[in-house]
């Protein structure tokens, strides 16, 4: 089955924020992980906590080729059923992988800007949303 515009941006994003954690000093765990609640697309980590990553991708820019942040907000995409969706597979994550209760986690949003034109994206990385 082919895959539709919107599933290859998304692939491309990801790749693009497991690069972006990786210089950062997160080791990637995991990526698309995925039960029929919910799914975590990248989960990674650094020593003092676990990060849970929603990746959120946009291919649109305006006509100067720069991205302009008051028209194209990916997170407005992260609407409250989508995070109840994430926290319940989160969840499940940590139970499954018998991850201990004490060890620290977040969710984390990575909002990338892609211009294909350019080739070059930029990533925003919003940490800890839900506190």
Same mark, same amino acid.
């Given at each position: 089955?082919?895959?539709?515009?919107?599933?290859?941006?998304?692939?491309?994003?990801?790749?693009?924020?497991?690069?972006?954690? !990786? /210089?950062k000093g997160y080791f990637v765990r995991e990526r698309n992980y995925w039960k029929p609640w919910g799914e975590i697309d990248i989960v990674a980590e650094k020593p003092d906590f676990i990060s849970f990553v929603e990746v959120k991708s946009v291919s649109r820019s305006n006509r100067a080729g720069e991205f302009s942040r008051e028209t194209i907000?990916?997170? !407005? /995409?992260?609407?409250?059923?989508?995070l109840k969706r994430l926290h319940r597979a989160v969840?499940?994550?940590?139970?499954?992988?018998?991850?201990?209760?004490?060890?620290?986690?977040?969710?984390?949003?990575a909002c990338v800007f892609l211009d294909f034109s350019t080739k070059r994206a930029r990533v925003e990385l919003l940490e800890n949303i839900i506190a």
């Open positions: 089955m082919a895959k539709t515009e919107k599933r290859r941006i998304g692939d491309i994003g990801e790749d693009i924020v497991c690069k972006y954690l !990786e /210089n907000r990916p997170e !407005e /995409n992260m609407h409250p059923a989508k969840q499940t994550y940590l139970i499954e992988k018998k991850i201990p209760e004490s060890r620290a986690w977040q969710i984390d949003l």
